[in-house]
């Protein structure tokens, strides 16, 4: 049985509808609403065309993967390096050259390499960043505010380590560290869907994760 190509956007009933919603908002000349009603229809079927596209090709990459058998995380990571370099530039930036670069006013704080961190705000600590492995303490680093700490956090958990520069200015380091954030938040989603796609087997993709994010670092 063959299946019709027909889609929603085809059919009358809808067509109705929304000539319907747009003489509610005010456009009463027919010729303009079937002008708009066709812009936007072309539109979806565009964006639709290119979902169905992505999908087909993530479909195609993981049958060929399991053809062929697992790739090594290496040679996904440079998979993925390369796609995000030709299709995702504005996802190539780094702390020092991007986010800090020109602030005329900074503080700078030696962040520990390696260890998680956690804000100690106490009698004896306020706005402390504390280092640690284990129980061990690596290191403790004292912001000038609340706004510095809170930034700190996030470049230590985006792997920003060692001397770090941060605004001294505490309105101005909650601007920047708004505008990281989000530019952060799109750079994992991106990278994450990117390794999905060609992975999904999840101990593989943090590993992966691991590999594309030294190759992208932020410091």
């Given at each position: 049985m063959e299946l019709s190509d027909e889609t929603e956007l085809d059919q009358r009933d809808r067509?109705?509808?929304?000539?319907?919603?747009?003489?509610?908002?005010?456009?009463?000349?027919?010729?303009?609403?079937?002008?708009?009603?066709?812009?936007?229809?072309?539109?979806?079927?565009?964006?639709?065309?290119?979902?169905?596209?992505?999908?087909?090709?993530a479909t195609e990459n993981k049958k060929r993967a399991k053809k062929k058998g697992p790739k090594a995380p290496t040679t996904i990571a440079s998979e993925i390096v390369e796609q995000v370099e030709k299709d995702h530039p504005q996802l190539l930036k780094t702390w020092s050259m991007h986010f800090i670069h020109g602030e005329p006013l900074f503080d700078t704080y030696d962040l520990p390499t390696e260890g998680e961190v956690e804000l100690l705000d106490d009698l004896i600590h306020q706005n402390a960043l504390r280092f640690y492995k284990g129980k061990r303490t690596l290191g403790l680093v004292e912001p000038r505010s609340s706004e510095q700490a809170k930034l700190l956090i996030s470049l230590a958990g985006a792997g920003v380590r060692g001397l770090v520069r941060v605004p001294h200015d505490a309105k101005t380091a909650v601007g920047v560290h708004k505008r990281f954030g989000g530019w952060l938040e799109e750079r994992e989603q991106t990278l994450n869907r990117l390794i999905e796609e060609r992975t999904s087997d999840e101990e593989l993709q943090e590993r992966v994760y691991g590999v594309v994010s030294q190759r992208l670092a932020l410091a």
């Open positions: 067509w109705a509808l929304d000539d319907a919603v747009l003489r509610l908002i005010g456009m009463k000349d027919k010729a303009e609403r079937e002008r708009i009603r066709d812009a936007l229809y072309m539109h979806l079927r565009q964006h639709f065309e290119w979902v169905r596209v992505k999908e087909e090709k």
